[in-house]
């Protein structure tokens, strides 16, 4: 049996919400990631409301798995700065009011670096933020990222996530996006020991709660705890051990954006690559 598997990448919105879905479509993809803001500042465009509804519109006629919008990387709910605790409640509060525009999709971010707070002041922070702005009639999943642990990352473990779950309010509204490089920084062994993983997972988060996944090789060993993506198969997790994830039953009907070292261009050369290894594994 050949299996679908919805693939995509990070694309740039820089020319618009439609013309980057007929970008994806272009590339072969069924899902994406972009950001609504700069990721590295947090300044956002003004809303064009007529390009976010046909954005919306194009990928439901063309039948995308959900799309991953990114955070900026500078939104941090658990800083030990008031001021930055209020930058990321403002930048949040304002990219879930975009991100209505387009109901159904996914909306992932970075738990945070507490510094010197403790873990659980931090998670108290964390789950403060989302359920400020979540109500019962939001349109968007929020997607905790499953972080590398470096410095003083929260979401380097799956019971740290659980701690933040266990605090929020219409809990349906959020779940977890897990970065196959980031957990193996981690510390799990996503080659050797997959369901030994995701059956930590499902103990302290529960599988159901699995939305998305960032799928990019590592750099660096096991436990590294470094977060330097690398091109599928050119790193120390492998292209063996990331296509079995893919195919993984539990896994299988799951968004896996690319978020590796390359342009679209390479990100489509990627997709093909798995694309042809995953119906080959398929015949086996
Ligand atoms: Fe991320
Ligand atoms: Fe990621
Ligand atoms: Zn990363």
């Keep these: 049996m050949t299996q679908t598997i919805n693939l995509g990448a990070f694309l740039s919105s820089a020319k618009g919400f439609l013309h980057m879905g007929k970008e994806a479509k272009e590339a072969d993809m069924q899902t994406m990631s972009f950001f609504l803001r700069n990721p590295r500042g947090g300044k956002a465009k003004p809303l064009d ?14 039948n995308f798995a959900p799309a991953v919008a990114h955070a900026p990387y500078t939104m941090n709910p658990c800083s030990p700065n008031e001021s930055t605790r209020q930058f990321a409640r403002e930048m ?8 209505e525009y387009i109901p159904g999709n996914f909306y992932n971010f970075h738990p945070g670096s507490r510094l010197q707070t403790p873990l659980k002041t931090a998670a ?5 933020m989302l359920n400020a702005v979540l109500t019962p009639e939001t349109k968007t999943t929020v ?3 499953t972080m590398a642990g470096k410095g003083s990352e929260v979401g380097r473990t799956f019971s740290e996530l659980g701690e933040i779950l266990a605090q929020i309010k219409y809990s349906e509204k959020v779940g977890v996006c897990l970065d196959t490089c980031h957990v193996w920084d981690g510390g799990y062994d996503i080659a050797e020991n997959l369901d030994g993983v995701l059956n930590e997972f499902d103990r302290e988060i529960g599988l159901s709660k699995l939305c998305a996944v960032h799928l990019n090789d590592s750099l660096n060993p096991l436990g590294s705890h470094k977060d330097r993506h690398a091109l599928i198969g050119e790193g120390h997790i492998g292209k063996k051990a990331l296509v079995a994830f893919l195919c993984h039953p539990a896994l299988s009907s799951l968004p896996f954006v690319l978020e590796t070292p390359t342009d679209t261009a390479g990100h489509a050369a990627e997709i093909r690559m798995l694309r042809a290894a995953v119906n080959e594994a398929g015949k086996k």
């Design 49 to 62: 409301e007529a390009d976010m509804r046909a954005f919306s519109a194009f990928l439901k006629e063309n």
């Design 143 to 145: 997607l905790l990222e």
């Design 124 to 128: 108290a922070q964390i789950a403060d």
């Design 92 to 99: 949040f509060a304002d990219d879930m009011r975009r991100m």
